[in-house]
């Protein structure tokens, strides 16, 4: 495992790559500023490791709930067409989107 | 003056009072609210969306219903407004973000429908930072909102809109949402009580998602009955959300009369409360001995793990953001980018175009601390402090009622005075987010005002499910002190 204090991950070529994972296009200027400010706010994340927590067991949520079920009883969920009038751009009952696989 | 007191400037239980004895109707104080709203929004853009015609129908609806000797609920009339991110039916819900605009929800939230039963009359959808990332209400799409107090200052944020339309009696009563203290900070900017619910007291389903194990619903108010009266309505079980608790919800408003001796607070130390504004300290101080002097016992609790907490909710906040906000794809709802090749352009674009600067600070923030290599150090070691900020409030709350703290460290600051130092701004948080961490719950309300006549908030902390202690103890500082009766001077400007 990478020790996060001796990257400097947000450097351009590294905030290119969580731009990435994120899926947002970032231009260049953006870039410089968000990777500085990201850059700073994980430098003040730094005092985390300095808490003491190491034996803690981690908390992901917060309310003692498990398994939550219910009966399994059909309903009359809305049609699909409220749903589908939402897209940006259908045809027929399905969501349009660009080709993603190629003719061959 | 008029001899007759405009109905928007009354509180929810008051106005509840008088239109179910037949003394006011609700069309009167939906037309009183819209006047407001028509007089003072320019200044303040507190509402992004005003559904007019379609709260005069309902109000007409339960006039009608009223004259037929039907009860149409304990808030039968009352205007509310919401914040923009509560789904209501036919209703655009945009979270005052570009990716969202045309939005109309063809659903209820839960809490939209239970107001709807108990007979309010939505007014419309009040402005706040996109997709509730921020705490001043400058990261609007639409613009920023204003604080009623001093036009040059924040209202708070993220349901900024909310609390300045309420300080501004635009609307009877107001709703928000709290994932950092995004109902406590702009209640306490404003002058306006807030409560901030335990986790799962109240259903999140049909609000839009930012970080799903913090978020909660919590109502504003013009006092602490309202506040109880609101949370009556709006707290329960609800399936549709597996997070909402099985608990019963208790009758809060028998919670408003209490006995100072059976009160015991607890206040952190000197050193956990350092950082605070000179003005806000003074507030706070008097605030203390204000419930000294009614005859409450204090003991000294020790939460040195706030001072981890900003920086753990930055990254749990974060990391839940990404992925919530990963369905906003530009397929099946919201914008699309133009003119593209492929489905990874589409992605990139529509998010690029959609989403504003501080939603993509988050996202990108909360993408680096999942991804492969710095999770562990990150969002594992956060989660290890969560817990350490959890054990400090248990701690502290099995030996008292309510912690008592400041709501915000500083009162409402300038527009544009921290917009571009993100970490700044965070650091705001400092006295609001813990309480989110622990899923606890938490109430602001008005302790008195600075030099400068900005309102300063007072927090009280509970333990899970005890709402009714936040009422005790704020209802008793609240019949003590005349601070919640002030109203801002808008008309003078």
Known sequence: ?????????????????VAGLARIRLTREEKEKLGAQLSDILGYMEKLKSAPADD????SHILPLKNVTRPDEPSSPAGSEQYLR???EREGGFFKVPPVIEET | MPAFQALNRLSAHELAARIAAG????TAAVRDCLERIEKTDRRLNAFVRVDREEALEEAGRIDRELAAGRNPGPLAGVPVALKDLFCVKGREVTCCSRILEGFISPYDA????KLKDAGAVI??????????????????????ARNPWDLERVPGGSSGGSAAALAA????????????GSVRQPAAFCGVAGLKPTYGRVSRYGLVAYAS????????????????????VIAGHDPRDATSAPEPVPRYRDFLQADPASLTLGLPSRDTLKGMDREVAAAFRAAVDTYAALGAKFVEVELSSLEYAVACYYIVSTAEASSNLARFDGIRYGRRAPGVADLLELFEKSRAEGFGEEVKRRVLLGTYVLSAGYYEAYYGRALRIRRLIKNDFDSALAGCDCVILPTAPIPAFRLGEKIDDPLQMYLTDLFTISINLAGVPAVSINCGFTGGGLPVGLQLVAAPFREDNLIRAAALFEGATAHHLKKPALDDR
């Open chain 2, 169 to 180: 009696d635009q609307t009877v009563a107001a709703f928000g949402t709290d994932t950092g």
């Open chain 2, 213 to 232: 194990s913090l978020d909660q619903a919590g109502p504003f108010g013009k006092d602490v009955e309202d506040l109880a009266l609101l949370l009556e």
């Open chain 1, 1 to 17: 495992m990478k020790d996060a204090s001796k990257n400097q991950p947000l450097d351009p070529s590294g905030i290119e790559h």
């Open chain 1, 56 to 59: 803690l067991e981690q908390l």
């Open chain 2, 123 to 144: 007014l419309g959808s009040t402005n706040m930072d996109e997709f509730a990332m921020g705490s001043s209400t400058e990261n609007s799409a639409r613009g920023p």
């Open chain 1, 86 to 88: 939402l897209a940006p």
């Open chain 2, 23 to 26: 003394r006011a109707t609700a």
């Open chain 2, 110 to 113: 839960t809490v939209a429908r």
